[in-house]
Protein backbone atom coordinates (compact mmCIF):
# COMPACT_ATOMS: atom_id res chain seq x y z
CA UNK A 1 0.00 0.00 0.00
CA UNK A 2 1.32 3.24 -0.87
CA UNK A 3 2.24 5.87 1.75
CA UNK A 4 0.32 9.05 1.33
CA UNK A 5 1.48 12.44 3.06
CA UNK A 6 0.05 16.12 2.99
CA UNK A 7 2.79 18.85 2.47
CA UNK A 8 1.41 22.19 3.81
CA UNK A 9 3.51 25.85 2.72
CA UNK A 10 2.82 28.85 0.95
CA UNK A 11 5.94 28.73 -0.88
CA UNK A 12 5.56 27.28 -4.52
CA UNK A 13 9.26 26.25 -5.16
CA UNK A 14 9.97 24.77 -1.85
CA UNK A 15 6.63 22.65 -1.80
CA UNK A 16 8.00 21.07 -5.42
CA UNK A 17 11.11 20.35 -3.89
CA UNK A 18 9.30 18.66 -1.11
CA UNK A 19 7.03 16.83 -3.37
CA UNK A 20 9.92 15.56 -5.25
CA UNK A 21 11.82 14.73 -2.66
CA UNK A 22 8.81 12.31 -1.14
CA UNK A 23 8.38 10.97 -4.34
CA UNK A 24 11.69 9.17 -4.86
CA UNK A 25 11.02 7.68 -1.26
CA UNK A 26 7.88 6.33 -2.80
CA UNK A 27 5.68 8.54 -1.39
CA UNK A 28 2.79 9.82 -2.98
CA UNK A 29 1.84 13.38 -1.52
CA UNK A 30 -0.57 16.43 -2.35
CA UNK A 31 0.04 20.16 -1.80
CA UNK A 32 -1.87 22.70 0.54
CA UNK A 33 -1.11 26.32 0.07
CA UNK A 34 -3.18 27.86 2.98
CA UNK A 35 -4.38 26.85 6.24
CA UNK A 36 -8.09 26.40 5.14
CA UNK A 37 -6.93 24.51 2.04
CA UNK A 38 -5.09 21.80 4.14
CA UNK A 39 -8.10 21.21 6.52
CA UNK A 40 -10.35 20.30 3.61
CA UNK A 41 -7.64 18.09 2.11
CA UNK A 42 -7.28 16.23 5.94
CA UNK A 43 -10.92 16.27 6.07
CA UNK A 44 -11.59 14.62 2.57
CA UNK A 45 -8.44 12.08 2.25
CA UNK A 46 -6.83 9.91 4.77
CA UNK A 47 -3.03 10.70 4.65
CA UNK A 48 -0.42 9.17 6.60
CA UNK A 49 1.62 11.95 7.80
CA UNK A 50 1.61 15.82 7.40
CA UNK A 51 4.50 18.57 7.00
CA UNK A 52 3.01 21.65 7.41
CA UNK A 53 4.59 25.41 7.70
CA UNK A 54 3.84 27.31 10.50
CA UNK A 55 3.58 30.76 8.95
CA UNK A 56 0.71 30.24 6.67
CA UNK A 57 -0.82 32.94 4.55
CA UNK A 58 -4.75 32.69 6.29
CA UNK A 59 -3.60 31.03 9.71
CA UNK A 60 -0.64 29.55 11.79
CA UNK A 61 0.58 26.17 11.37
CA UNK A 62 -0.21 25.40 15.07
CA UNK A 63 -3.74 25.60 14.53
CA UNK A 64 -3.80 22.78 12.03
CA UNK A 65 -1.48 20.73 14.46
CA UNK A 66 -4.27 21.17 16.99
CA UNK A 67 -6.94 20.21 14.74
CA UNK A 68 -5.24 17.00 13.37
CA UNK A 69 -3.40 16.15 16.82
CA UNK A 70 -7.16 16.14 18.07
CA UNK A 71 -8.73 14.06 16.30
CA UNK A 72 -5.95 11.74 15.16
CA UNK A 73 -2.78 9.81 15.90
CA UNK A 74 -0.97 10.18 12.76
CA UNK A 75 2.71 12.12 12.79
CA UNK A 76 2.58 15.69 11.89
CA UNK A 77 5.72 17.28 11.25
CA UNK A 78 6.50 21.00 11.05
CA UNK A 79 9.02 23.58 9.27
CA UNK A 80 10.16 26.24 10.54
CA UNK A 81 12.45 29.78 9.92
CA UNK A 82 15.31 29.50 11.07
CA UNK A 83 15.06 31.58 14.34
CA UNK A 84 11.81 30.20 15.40
CA UNK A 85 12.66 27.47 17.84
CA UNK A 86 9.83 29.17 20.54
CA UNK A 87 7.46 28.01 18.15
CA UNK A 88 8.52 24.94 17.33
CA UNK A 89 8.75 23.98 20.68
CA UNK A 90 5.08 25.24 21.20
CA UNK A 91 4.61 22.99 18.23
CA UNK A 92 5.89 20.09 19.29
CA UNK A 93 3.96 20.42 22.92
CA UNK A 94 0.90 20.47 21.26
CA UNK A 95 1.44 17.34 19.67
CA UNK A 96 3.76 17.57 17.03
CA UNK A 97 5.78 14.84 15.86
CA UNK A 98 9.44 16.70 14.89
CA UNK A 99 10.65 19.49 13.22
CA UNK A 100 13.18 20.85 10.80
CA UNK A 101 14.68 23.80 10.19
CA UNK A 102 14.81 26.30 6.70
CA UNK A 103 16.64 26.52 4.98
CA UNK A 104 15.74 23.18 3.92
CA UNK A 105 18.11 20.14 4.25
CA UNK A 106 17.39 17.19 1.86
CA UNK A 107 19.24 14.92 4.06
CA UNK A 108 17.68 16.10 7.69
CA UNK A 109 13.93 15.88 5.53
CA UNK A 110 14.40 12.56 4.53
CA UNK A 111 15.41 11.40 8.25
CA UNK A 112 12.60 13.32 9.27
CA UNK A 113 10.11 11.34 6.78
CA UNK A 114 11.80 8.05 7.61
CA UNK A 115 10.95 8.25 11.45
CA UNK A 116 7.20 9.17 10.50
CA UNK A 117 7.32 6.06 8.23
CA UNK A 118 8.58 3.63 11.55
CA UNK A 119 5.90 5.54 14.06
CA UNK A 120 3.20 4.24 11.04
CA UNK A 121 4.96 1.03 10.54
CA UNK A 122 4.36 0.68 14.43
CA UNK A 123 0.59 1.64 14.39
CA UNK A 124 0.09 -0.91 11.67
CA UNK A 125 0.98 -3.67 13.68
CA UNK A 126 -0.38 -2.90 17.11
CA UNK A 127 -3.53 -2.69 15.31
CA UNK A 128 -2.74 -6.18 13.45
CA UNK A 129 -2.05 -7.73 16.70
CA UNK A 130 -5.35 -9.19 18.64
CA UNK A 131 -4.14 -9.02 22.07
CA UNK A 132 -1.02 -6.63 23.77
CA UNK A 133 0.93 -5.13 20.88
CA UNK A 134 4.63 -5.98 21.28
CA UNK A 135 5.15 -2.47 22.48
CA UNK A 136 3.07 -3.05 25.50
CA UNK A 137 4.42 -6.43 26.17
CA UNK A 138 8.14 -4.48 26.74
CA UNK A 139 6.63 -1.69 28.72
CA UNK A 140 4.96 -4.20 30.89
CA UNK A 141 7.89 -6.70 31.33
CA UNK A 142 10.82 -3.85 32.21
CA UNK A 143 8.39 -1.04 33.77
CA UNK A 144 7.08 -3.23 37.09
CA UNK A 145 3.94 -2.20 38.42
CA UNK A 146 0.26 -1.88 38.13
CA UNK A 147 -0.77 0.82 41.04
CA UNK A 148 -3.43 3.76 40.16
CA UNK A 149 0.21 6.00 39.73
CA UNK A 150 1.67 3.48 36.89
CA UNK A 151 -1.64 3.45 34.30
CA UNK A 152 -0.91 7.09 33.22
CA UNK A 153 2.49 6.56 33.41
CA UNK A 154 2.80 3.78 30.74
CA UNK A 155 0.17 5.34 28.41
CA UNK A 156 2.24 8.63 28.67
CA UNK A 157 5.50 6.68 28.01
CA UNK A 158 3.75 5.59 25.04
CA UNK A 159 3.15 8.56 23.39
CA UNK A 160 6.40 9.94 24.09
CA UNK A 161 7.77 7.67 22.71
CA UNK A 162 6.22 8.28 18.60
CA UNK A 163 7.41 11.65 19.43
CA UNK A 164 10.57 13.18 18.65
CA UNK A 165 10.58 15.85 21.22
CA UNK A 166 12.81 16.84 23.97
CA UNK A 167 11.78 14.83 27.26
CA UNK A 168 12.63 16.10 30.60
CA UNK A 169 12.19 13.06 33.72
CA UNK A 170 11.42 14.35 37.21
CA UNK A 171 11.55 13.25 40.14
CA UNK A 172 13.36 11.77 43.37
CA UNK A 173 16.64 9.95 43.39
CA UNK A 174 16.13 6.20 42.80
CA UNK A 175 12.66 6.45 41.29
CA UNK A 176 13.80 5.08 37.67
CA UNK A 177 14.74 7.63 35.57
CA UNK A 178 17.17 6.31 33.71
CA UNK A 179 14.86 3.17 33.02
CA UNK A 180 12.41 5.01 32.10
CA UNK A 181 14.61 6.94 29.38
CA UNK A 182 15.64 3.54 27.72
CA UNK A 183 11.71 2.30 27.40
CA UNK A 184 11.63 6.00 25.81
CA UNK A 185 14.29 4.97 23.16
CA UNK A 186 13.37 1.39 22.70
CA UNK A 187 10.10 2.01 22.01
CA UNK A 188 10.65 4.87 19.53
CA UNK A 189 12.08 4.92 15.97
CA UNK A 190 15.12 5.22 17.06
CA UNK A 191 15.09 1.92 18.78
CA UNK A 192 18.18 0.72 16.19
CA UNK A 193 20.35 3.69 16.51
CA UNK A 194 22.25 4.13 20.03
CA UNK A 195 20.85 4.97 23.88
CA UNK A 196 24.01 7.19 25.02
CA UNK A 197 23.51 7.70 28.61
CA UNK A 198 25.95 10.36 30.27
CA UNK A 199 26.12 11.72 33.97
CA UNK A 200 26.80 15.71 33.68
CA UNK A 201 27.81 15.53 37.26
CA UNK A 202 30.72 12.94 36.90
CA UNK A 203 32.52 14.39 34.17
CA UNK A 204 35.05 17.11 35.40
CA UNK A 205 34.53 20.10 33.92
CA UNK A 206 37.81 20.97 31.69
CA UNK A 207 37.47 17.27 30.29
CA UNK A 208 33.33 18.14 29.73
CA UNK A 209 33.55 19.95 25.83
CA UNK A 210 35.62 17.21 24.43
CA UNK A 211 33.35 14.57 26.18
CA UNK A 212 30.11 15.92 24.42
CA UNK A 213 31.65 17.42 20.78
CA UNK A 214 34.95 15.21 20.52
CA UNK A 215 38.08 16.14 19.35
CA UNK A 216 40.98 16.41 17.17
CA UNK A 217 44.40 14.91 16.83
CA UNK A 218 46.66 17.55 18.08
CA UNK A 219 44.06 19.71 19.34
CA UNK A 220 45.31 20.04 22.87
CA UNK A 221 48.26 18.37 24.71
CA UNK A 222 47.36 14.63 25.40
CA UNK A 223 44.92 14.52 22.16
CA UNK A 224 47.06 11.81 20.05
CA UNK A 225 43.94 10.41 18.56
CA UNK A 226 40.76 11.94 16.92
CA UNK A 227 37.88 10.94 19.66
CA UNK A 228 34.11 10.99 18.80
CA UNK A 229 31.67 12.48 21.29
CA UNK A 230 29.02 12.23 22.87
CA UNK A 231 26.78 13.40 20.46
CA UNK A 232 28.41 11.98 17.53
CA UNK A 233 28.35 8.74 19.09
CA UNK A 234 24.53 9.23 19.94
CA UNK A 235 23.97 10.24 15.89
CA UNK A 236 20.58 8.63 14.77
CA UNK A 237 19.66 7.24 18.34
CA UNK A 238 19.18 9.10 22.08
CA UNK A 239 21.36 11.06 24.40
CA UNK A 240 20.55 11.19 27.90
CA UNK A 241 21.63 13.21 30.00
CA UNK A 242 21.24 12.42 33.97
CA UNK A 243 21.68 15.37 36.32
CA UNK A 244 21.68 17.67 33.66
CA UNK A 245 21.57 20.63 36.71
CA UNK A 246 24.86 19.68 37.54
CA UNK A 247 26.05 21.12 34.38
CA UNK A 248 28.55 24.38 34.59
CA UNK A 249 26.98 27.82 32.97
CA UNK A 250 29.60 27.47 30.38
CA UNK A 251 28.82 24.10 28.92
CA UNK A 252 24.96 25.14 29.38
CA UNK A 253 25.75 27.71 26.31
CA UNK A 254 27.19 25.52 24.58
CA UNK A 255 24.83 22.78 24.66
CA UNK A 256 22.24 24.60 24.08
CA UNK A 257 23.28 25.71 20.39
CA UNK A 258 24.19 21.67 19.93
CA UNK A 259 20.90 21.72 20.56
CA UNK A 260 19.12 23.76 18.79
CA UNK A 261 20.93 24.01 15.44
CA UNK A 262 21.50 20.00 15.84
CA UNK A 263 25.41 20.65 14.83
CA UNK A 264 28.72 20.16 16.93
CA UNK A 265 32.22 21.20 15.70
CA UNK A 266 34.67 18.94 17.44
CA UNK A 267 37.93 20.87 19.24
CA UNK A 268 40.49 21.71 17.17
CA UNK A 269 37.89 21.07 13.98
CA UNK A 270 36.73 24.15 11.42
CA UNK A 271 33.46 22.84 10.14
CA UNK A 272 30.15 21.55 12.33
CA UNK A 273 28.93 18.46 11.59
CA UNK A 274 24.99 18.03 11.50
CA UNK A 275 24.26 15.39 14.36
CA UNK A 276 20.52 13.55 14.27
CA UNK A 277 19.61 12.98 17.93
CA UNK A 278 17.03 13.05 20.51
CA UNK A 279 17.42 14.74 23.72
CA UNK A 280 15.99 13.21 27.00
CA UNK A 281 17.11 14.65 29.92
CA UNK A 282 16.54 14.04 33.92
CA UNK A 283 17.59 15.43 37.26
CA UNK A 284 16.44 14.74 41.08
CA UNK A 285 16.73 18.70 41.59
CA UNK A 286 13.96 21.37 41.39
CA UNK A 287 15.17 23.07 37.90
CA UNK A 288 12.58 25.74 37.69
CA UNK A 289 14.15 26.73 41.08
CA UNK A 290 18.15 26.64 39.94
CA UNK A 291 16.48 29.04 37.36
CA UNK A 292 15.17 31.45 39.45
CA UNK A 293 18.70 31.94 40.98
CA UNK A 294 20.80 31.73 38.11
CA UNK A 295 22.19 28.50 38.61
CA UNK A 296 20.60 27.44 35.41
CA UNK A 297 20.50 29.17 32.02
CA UNK A 298 16.21 29.82 31.01
CA UNK A 299 16.86 29.42 27.62
CA UNK A 300 18.23 25.81 27.94
CA UNK A 301 15.47 24.82 30.39
CA UNK A 302 12.95 25.80 28.10
CA UNK A 303 15.01 23.61 25.27
CA UNK A 304 15.43 20.65 27.49
CA UNK A 305 11.60 20.69 28.96
CA UNK A 306 9.66 20.84 26.24
CA UNK A 307 7.82 17.64 27.77
CA UNK A 308 7.95 16.83 31.47
CA UNK A 309 7.05 13.62 33.00
CA UNK A 310 7.07 13.29 37.04
CA UNK A 311 8.05 9.72 37.91
CA UNK A 312 6.05 8.62 41.19
CA UNK A 313 7.75 8.27 44.62
CA UNK A 314 7.62 4.03 45.85
CA UNK A 315 6.05 5.45 48.71
CA UNK A 316 3.54 6.94 46.55
CA UNK A 317 2.84 3.24 44.74
CA UNK A 318 3.39 0.74 48.18
CA UNK A 319 0.99 -1.59 46.12
CA UNK A 320 4.12 -2.42 43.79
CA UNK A 321 6.09 -3.47 46.36
CA UNK A 322 5.40 -7.05 46.46
CA UNK A 323 5.75 -7.31 42.76
CA UNK A 324 9.07 -5.22 43.14
CA UNK A 325 10.71 -7.53 45.63
CA UNK A 326 9.78 -10.35 43.77
CA UNK A 327 11.67 -9.58 40.43
CA UNK A 328 14.64 -8.03 42.46
CA UNK A 329 15.09 -11.63 44.13
CA UNK A 330 14.60 -13.28 41.05
CA UNK A 331 17.30 -11.33 39.65
CA UNK A 332 19.54 -11.85 42.59
CA UNK A 333 19.01 -15.45 42.55
CA UNK A 334 20.34 -15.12 38.72
CA UNK A 335 23.02 -12.91 39.01
CA UNK A 336 24.45 -14.34 42.52
CA UNK A 337 23.66 -18.14 40.65
CA UNK A 338 21.77 -19.09 43.90
CA UNK A 339 20.93 -22.74 43.91
CA UNK A 340 17.00 -21.97 44.89
CA UNK A 341 15.48 -18.63 44.58
CA UNK A 342 14.88 -16.60 47.69
CA UNK A 343 11.14 -16.01 49.00
CA UNK A 344 9.87 -13.32 51.36
CA UNK A 345 7.48 -14.11 54.72
CA UNK A 346 4.25 -12.34 54.00
CA UNK A 347 5.25 -10.40 57.59
CA UNK A 348 8.41 -9.54 55.75
CA UNK A 349 6.33 -8.47 52.50
CA UNK A 350 4.53 -6.58 54.60
CA UNK A 351 6.82 -5.12 56.93
CA UNK A 352 8.78 -3.74 53.49
CA UNK A 353 5.12 -1.92 52.24
CA UNK A 354 5.11 0.22 55.51
CA UNK A 355 8.84 1.51 55.43
CA UNK A 356 9.24 4.87 54.37
CA UNK A 357 11.90 4.26 51.35
CA UNK A 358 14.03 7.58 51.02
CA UNK A 359 15.83 6.14 48.47
CA UNK A 360 12.88 4.46 46.47
CA UNK A 361 13.64 1.43 44.35
CA UNK A 362 17.22 1.55 44.77
CA UNK A 363 17.08 1.45 48.42
CA UNK A 364 14.53 -1.27 47.96
CA UNK A 365 16.78 -3.59 46.06
CA UNK A 366 19.64 -2.74 48.35
CA UNK A 367 17.57 -4.08 51.07
CA UNK A 368 16.52 -7.21 49.43
CA UNK A 369 20.58 -7.54 48.71
CA UNK A 370 21.64 -7.07 52.03
CA UNK A 371 18.95 -9.90 53.31
CA UNK A 372 19.52 -12.73 51.18
CA UNK A 373 23.76 -12.06 51.77
CA UNK A 374 22.35 -12.36 55.96
CA UNK A 375 19.45 -14.62 55.45
CA UNK A 376 21.17 -18.39 56.28
CA UNK A 377 18.20 -19.77 53.63
CA UNK A 378 16.17 -19.20 51.21
CA UNK A 379 13.53 -17.75 52.94
CA UNK A 380 13.73 -14.19 53.84
CA UNK A 381 12.39 -13.20 57.60
CA UNK A 382 11.87 -9.41 59.10
CA UNK A 383 14.81 -10.03 61.23
CA UNK A 384 17.33 -10.36 57.66
CA UNK A 385 15.29 -6.65 56.06
CA UNK A 386 17.54 -4.97 58.99
CA UNK A 387 14.99 -2.00 58.96
CA UNK A 388 14.10 0.66 61.89
CA UNK A 389 11.58 0.10 64.12
CA UNK A 390 8.23 0.71 63.30
CA UNK A 391 6.77 3.99 65.38
CA UNK A 392 3.82 3.93 67.59
CA UNK A 393 1.59 4.82 64.50
CA UNK A 394 2.64 2.27 62.28
CA UNK A 395 2.44 -0.27 65.04
CA UNK A 396 -0.91 0.30 65.25
CA UNK A 397 -1.84 -0.78 61.98
CA UNK A 398 0.38 -3.74 62.28
CA UNK A 399 -1.54 -7.14 62.02
CA UNK A 400 -2.45 -8.87 65.00
CA UNK A 401 -0.55 -11.93 63.93
CA UNK A 402 3.24 -10.25 63.67
CA UNK A 403 2.27 -7.97 67.09
CA UNK A 404 2.11 -12.33 68.30
CA UNK A 405 5.44 -13.29 66.42
CA UNK A 406 7.15 -10.40 67.92
CA UNK A 407 5.93 -10.75 71.66
CA UNK A 408 7.31 -14.53 71.24
CA UNK A 409 10.46 -13.51 69.74
CA UNK A 410 11.08 -11.14 72.37
CA UNK A 411 10.37 -13.41 74.85
CA UNK A 412 12.76 -15.36 73.85
CA UNK A 413 15.57 -12.83 74.08
CA UNK A 414 15.15 -12.22 77.41
CA UNK A 415 15.65 -15.81 77.97
CA UNK A 416 18.71 -15.66 75.94
CA UNK A 417 20.22 -12.43 77.45
CA UNK A 418 19.54 -14.27 81.18
CA UNK A 419 22.05 -17.19 79.79
CA UNK A 420 24.57 -14.13 78.32
CA UNK A 421 27.76 -13.37 80.39
CA UNK A 422 27.31 -9.53 82.00
CA UNK A 423 29.53 -8.17 79.22
CA UNK A 424 27.74 -9.73 75.93
CA UNK A 425 24.17 -8.40 77.34
CA UNK A 426 25.56 -5.35 77.86
CA UNK A 427 27.02 -4.93 74.28
CA UNK A 428 23.58 -6.65 72.71
CA UNK A 429 21.71 -4.06 74.85
CA UNK A 430 23.41 -1.08 73.25
CA UNK A 431 23.10 -2.14 70.10
CA UNK A 432 19.16 -3.07 70.48
CA UNK A 433 18.91 0.39 71.53
CA UNK A 434 20.83 1.87 69.00
CA UNK A 435 18.88 3.42 65.59
CA UNK A 436 19.69 0.96 62.74
CA UNK A 437 20.30 2.83 60.06
CA UNK A 438 18.35 1.21 56.72
CA UNK A 439 21.31 0.23 54.65
CA UNK A 440 23.60 -1.26 57.87
CA UNK A 441 22.52 -4.52 60.25
CA UNK A 442 24.41 -5.05 63.85
CA UNK A 443 22.64 -8.85 64.12
CA UNK A 444 25.54 -10.77 63.94
CA UNK A 445 28.12 -10.80 66.48
CA UNK A 446 31.47 -13.20 66.88
CA UNK A 447 31.23 -15.26 69.87
CA UNK A 448 34.75 -17.09 70.73
CA UNK A 449 34.02 -20.38 69.27
CA UNK A 450 36.99 -23.02 69.95
CA UNK A 451 37.04 -25.56 67.61
CA UNK A 452 39.41 -29.18 68.21
CA UNK A 453 41.07 -29.15 65.12
CA UNK A 454 41.93 -25.39 64.72
CA UNK A 455 44.39 -24.10 66.78
CA UNK A 456 42.89 -21.61 70.07
CA UNK A 457 44.68 -18.67 68.89
CA UNK A 458 41.83 -17.23 66.61
CA UNK A 459 39.55 -17.53 69.92
CA UNK A 460 41.81 -15.43 72.09
CA UNK A 461 42.11 -12.56 69.09
CA UNK A 462 37.95 -13.16 68.38
CA UNK A 463 37.41 -12.51 72.35
CA UNK A 464 39.85 -9.64 72.35
CA UNK A 465 38.24 -7.53 69.34
CA UNK A 466 34.87 -8.19 70.59
CA UNK A 467 34.91 -7.98 74.10
CA UNK A 468 37.14 -9.66 76.83
CA UNK A 469 35.15 -11.78 79.91
CA UNK A 470 34.55 -9.14 83.03
CA UNK A 471 37.17 -10.77 85.11
CA UNK A 472 40.13 -9.60 82.68
CA UNK A 473 38.61 -6.48 81.80
CA UNK A 474 39.12 -5.62 85.18
CA UNK A 475 42.33 -7.00 86.21
CA UNK A 476 43.46 -5.26 83.24
CA UNK A 477 42.03 -1.69 84.44
CA UNK A 478 43.78 -2.58 87.36
CA UNK A 479 46.67 -3.02 86.09
CA UNK A 480 47.14 0.13 83.55
CA UNK A 481 46.33 2.16 86.64
CA UNK A 482 49.51 1.23 88.43
CA UNK A 483 51.43 0.97 85.63
CA UNK A 484 50.17 4.68 85.00
CA UNK A 485 51.39 6.47 88.37
CA UNK A 486 54.98 5.20 87.34
CA UNK A 487 56.24 8.47 85.30
CA UNK A 488 59.41 7.01 84.30
CA UNK A 489 58.00 3.93 82.70
CA UNK A 490 57.85 3.98 79.05
CA UNK A 491 54.23 3.69 77.52
CA UNK A 492 54.91 0.64 75.31
CA UNK A 493 56.67 -1.14 78.51
CA UNK A 494 53.24 -0.42 79.99
CA UNK A 495 51.01 -2.06 77.28
CA UNK A 496 53.89 -5.17 77.60
CA UNK A 497 53.39 -5.76 81.52
CA UNK A 498 49.77 -5.44 80.76
CA UNK A 499 49.77 -8.00 78.15
CA UNK A 500 51.47 -10.11 80.41
CA UNK A 501 49.19 -10.05 82.78
CA UNK A 502 46.20 -11.31 80.80
CA UNK A 503 48.67 -14.49 79.45
CA UNK A 504 49.81 -12.80 76.57
CA UNK A 505 47.02 -14.08 74.56
CA UNK A 506 46.31 -10.42 72.89
CA UNK A 507 47.72 -9.68 69.89
CA UNK A 508 49.63 -5.96 68.96
CA UNK A 509 46.30 -4.49 67.83
CA UNK A 510 45.00 -4.92 70.91
CA UNK A 511 47.92 -3.47 73.13
CA UNK A 512 47.24 -0.46 70.88
CA UNK A 513 43.95 -0.36 71.99
CA UNK A 514 44.77 -0.58 75.63
CA UNK A 515 47.11 2.20 75.02
CA UNK A 516 44.31 4.72 73.73
CA UNK A 517 42.07 3.79 76.45
CA UNK A 518 45.05 3.85 79.00
CA UNK A 519 46.22 7.18 78.06
CA UNK A 520 42.39 8.34 77.26
CA UNK A 521 42.91 8.50 73.66
CA UNK A 522 40.09 8.35 71.19
CA UNK A 523 41.00 6.50 67.82
CA UNK A 524 42.69 9.04 65.43
CA UNK A 525 40.49 7.99 62.76
CA UNK A 526 37.28 7.42 64.26
CA UNK A 527 35.27 4.64 66.00
CA UNK A 528 33.56 3.21 62.62
CA UNK A 529 37.57 2.91 60.81
CA UNK A 530 38.91 1.37 64.45
CA UNK A 531 35.96 -0.99 64.72
CA UNK A 532 36.13 -2.20 61.00
CA UNK A 533 40.33 -2.63 61.44
CA UNK A 534 39.81 -5.37 64.60
CA UNK A 535 37.00 -6.87 62.24
CA UNK A 536 39.39 -6.93 59.59
CA UNK A 537 42.20 -8.51 61.24
CA UNK A 538 40.00 -10.60 62.93
CA UNK A 539 38.67 -11.76 59.33
CA UNK A 540 42.16 -12.46 57.63
CA UNK A 541 43.49 -14.04 61.36
CA UNK A 542 40.43 -16.34 60.88
CA UNK A 543 41.36 -17.35 57.06
CA UNK A 544 45.36 -17.92 57.67
CA UNK A 545 44.48 -20.36 60.42
CA UNK A 546 42.07 -22.46 58.03
CA UNK A 547 44.29 -21.75 54.80
CA UNK A 548 42.03 -19.40 53.07
CA UNK A 549 38.93 -21.65 53.56
CA UNK A 550 35.83 -19.94 53.86
CA UNK A 551 33.53 -22.05 55.00
CA UNK A 552 35.65 -23.45 57.90
CA UNK A 553 36.13 -19.77 58.79
CA UNK A 554 32.99 -18.65 59.08
CA UNK A 555 32.25 -21.55 61.25
CA UNK A 556 35.08 -20.44 62.97
CA UNK A 557 34.03 -17.09 63.39
CA UNK A 558 30.13 -18.38 64.21
CA UNK A 559 28.73 -16.61 61.29
CA UNK A 560 27.11 -17.82 57.87
CA UNK A 561 29.27 -18.34 54.71
CA UNK A 562 27.64 -15.60 52.79
CA UNK A 563 27.48 -13.11 56.29
CA UNK A 564 31.33 -14.05 55.91
CA UNK A 565 31.20 -13.10 51.88
CA UNK A 566 29.53 -10.00 52.39
CA UNK A 567 31.62 -8.74 55.11
CA UNK A 568 35.36 -9.85 52.87
CA UNK A 569 33.54 -7.60 50.08
CA UNK A 570 32.49 -4.83 52.42
CA UNK A 571 36.14 -4.65 53.94
CA UNK A 572 38.03 -5.28 50.45
CA UNK A 573 39.59 -8.29 51.80
CA UNK A 574 41.25 -10.52 48.49
CA UNK A 575 41.45 -14.16 48.70
CA UNK A 576 45.23 -14.33 48.40
CA UNK A 577 46.03 -11.39 51.03
CA UNK A 578 48.86 -12.23 52.60
CA UNK A 579 48.04 -10.22 55.56
Not at 31 to 47: E, G, H, I, P, R
Not at 325 to 351: M, Y
Request: with cysteine.
Amino acid sequence: MTTTALVVDDEVDLCRLMQITLTKMGIKSDVAYTLSQAKSYWQDNDYDFCLTDLKLPDGSGLELVKHISASSSKPIAVITAHGSMDLAIEALKLGAFDFVNKPLELPRLRQLVENALKVIQQDLNAKSTPQRSPEQQMLDERLIGDSAVMHPLKNTILKLARSQAPVFLSGASGTGKEVVARLIHDLSPRRDGSFVPVNCGAIPSELMESEFFGHKKGSFTGAVADKQGLFQQANGGTLFLDEVADLPLAMQVKLLRAIQEKTVRAIGDTKEVPVDIRILSATHKDLNQLVQTGLFRQDLYYRINVIELKLPTLNARRDDIPVLATHFLALIAEEWQLESKPLLTAEACLRLQQHDFAGNVRELRNVLERAVTLAETSTIDISHLGLSDLDDHQQAHMPQKINENNASDSIENIDKDDREPSSIKSVSTQQATANLHPYRTMTHHYAAVKQPSISGTISDSSSSAIGIEQQSVTAMAERAESVNKNANSDKTDSVANIDSSIDGNIDILDSIAIKSSVSGQLPAQGLEHYLQEQERQLIITALKQTGWNKTQAAELLGTTFRSLRYRMTKLEIAEDQAE
